[in-house]
């Protein structure tokens, strides 16, 4: 009797892994974007190369968009893969380009051709006009401030967002548009008045923690973000990573300057230049302070005009010790941050080192005899602003006091 044979076991396919429904639908567009280019068209060199991030980003993606690829016997499907050979640098995503490659080349897609040893792969270079921007206006002391960001998009295209944050940190204006090369020329004049100076340009991955921190304060509130925030923080995953904090942290060595307890000696000197010469503290979280400052003023008994000055001096510290809770502090502290950031792009390090010192100060409760001579300034000059002359008329003198309008537009 002869043996039975057992029946070899047949190879599993491999598992694919599947795709999240957000990132499904970023595929399908993708796709959509593909049969849509023309091969031999001027657009489709810019297209081939904004697939650079996409597949850097994440291999399962880049593994379904090349398997995705390979199943389209189409002219355009088979130059995009032959473009991702020069791209992909991961082991397991070049393998599926050249088995999408050799699938399409069964099918009689690809021509074969001759090539030297010596002939080198080149990729398509980025045009200068093609690159990923982005810029932040100068924040006002409530924390009211803009955020501009611009992506290349299929063809000569762009997406762009435009936003504009309040004083709580969340948008009074957000907009993600896809746009023209004249289209960015004409957001960046709205939003800036055409005036120069009052958007500088930031790192990529500081504009992308900047729309991340907006997440978080819409998170911690309980809202819902507008609508095109995800798409477009998507897209921005594809060109950066996330980074762990603002930049000036990179930029700033910050154990240095935290030590160095003359920056913060000479922090007041920042009031009087821009950004900081528009800041106040609100009226109302100051009026009494001002009131008790009146009243000083306004007293009958007759004291030295030292004593009256030494008071109100008093008043002045104590102030900034009761008013910068610990919320207010941190919410301060990141408004320098952004502030010494943009103070450093510009080219001014050493105002860039003393708001920076006074950020890393703002860790730390504030006392009443402090060495933050910004924070204890801007006190001074948020009461000066409520009580008039009063201070002036006890001190005997007309001190001169710098004013402006804040360079950020915002609507009211």
């Given amino acids: 009797m002869s043996k039975g044979r057992v029946p070899r076991k047949k190879k599993k396919k491999p598992e694919h892994p599947t795709l999240s429904e957000v990132d499904q639908a970023q595929l399908e567009m993708l796709l959509d974007r593909v049969a849509a280019q023309d091969p031999e068209g001027e657009s489709f060199a810019q297209f081939l190369e904004s697939l650079k991030p996409l597949l850097q980003r994440s291999l399962t993606f880049g593994l379904a968009f090349v398997r995705a690829l390979g199943s389209s016997a189409s002219p355009t499907s088979v130059k995009t893969l032959q473009a991702l050979e020069g791209i992909a640098a991961q082991k397991p995503l070049r393998r599926a380009v050249k088995?999408?490659?050799?699938?399409?080349?069964?099918?009689?897609?690809?021509?074969?051709?001759?090539?030297?040893?010596?002939?080198?792969?080149?990729?398509?270079?980025r045009p200068e006009d093609r690159q990923a921007e982005a810029w932040a206006s100068w924040p006002e002391s409530q924390g009211e401030r803009g955020i501009i960001l611009k992506l290349p998009d299929a063809g000569r295209g762009y997406l762009m967002v435009i936003g504009v944050l309040n004083s709580e940190g969340v948008f009074h204006e957000f907009e993600a548009v896809q746009t023209t090369r004249k289209g960015v020329r004409a957001l960046i004049e709205q939003m800036t008045g055409g005036v120069s100076g009052r958007i500088i340009?930031?790192?990529?991955?500081?504009?992308?923690?900047?729309?991340?921190?907006?997440?978080?304060?819409?998170?911690?509130?309980?809202?819902?973000?507008?609508?095109?925030?995800?798409?477009?923080?998507?897209?921005?995953?594809?060109?950066v990573e996330k980074p762990s904090g603002p930049h000036i942290y990179n930029l700033l060595a910050e154990?240095?300057?935290?030590?160095?307890?003359?920056?913060?000696?000479?922090?007041?000197?920042?009031?009087?230049?821009?950004?900081?010469?528009?800041?106040?503290?609100?009226?109302?979280?100051?009026?009494a302070f001002a009131a008790r400052i009146k009243e000083i003023s306004e007293s009958r008994l007759v004291i030295s005009q030292s004593s009256q000055l030494?008071?109100?001096?008093?008043?002045?510290?104590?102030?900034?010790?009761?008013?910068?809770?610990?919320?207010?502090?941190?919410?301060?502290?990141?408004?320098?941050?952004?502030?010494?950031?943009?103070?450093?792009?510009?080219?001014?390090?050493?105002?860039?080192?003393?708001?920076?010192?006074?950020?890393?100060?703002?860790?730390?409760?504030?006392?009443?005899?402090?060495?933050?001579?910004?924070?204890?300034?801007?006190?001074?000059?948020?009461?000066?602003?409520?009580?008039?002359?009063?201070?002036e008329d006890m001190a005997g003198e007309t001190p001169r006091e710098k004013t402006t309008e804040s360079g950020l537009i915002i609507p009211r």
Avoid at 106 to 117: C, D, F, N, V, Y
Avoid at 266 to 277: A, K, M, N, Q, T
């Fill in 99 to 125: 088995t999408a490659l050799y699938r399409l080349s069964r099918q009689g897609l690809i021509q074969e051709e001759k090539k030297t040893a010596s002939e080198a792969k080149v990729l398509v270079p």
């Fill in 201 to 239: 340009e930031i790192p990529l991955d500081h504009f992308r923690f900047l729309y991340e921190e907006v997440a978080d304060t819409y998170q911690r509130q309980n809202i819902e973000l507008p609508s095109g925030y995800d798409v477009m923080l998507k897209q921005l995953g594809f060109w």
């Fill in 255 to 287: 154990k240095e300057i935290g030590e160095n307890i003359l920056l913060l000696r000479s922090s007041d000197g920042l009031l009087e230049v821009e950004p900081f010469l528009s800041w106040r503290l609100p009226e109302e979280l100051v009026s």
């Fill in 310 to 391: 030494e008071r109100v001096e008093q008043i002045y510290r104590e102030a900034a010790t009761e008013l910068f809770t610990a919320e207010r502090r941190e919410r301060y502290r990141r408004l320098l941050e952004e502030a010494a950031l943009l103070l450093y792009l510009e080219g001014r390090e050493q105002e860039a080192k003393r708001a920076f010192a006074v950020a890393l100060d703002l860790n730390n409760e504030i006392g009443l005899f402090t060495e933050n001579n910004f924070i204890l300034g801007l006190v001074k000059r948020s009461i000066s602003a409520v009580v008039g002359s009063a201070i």
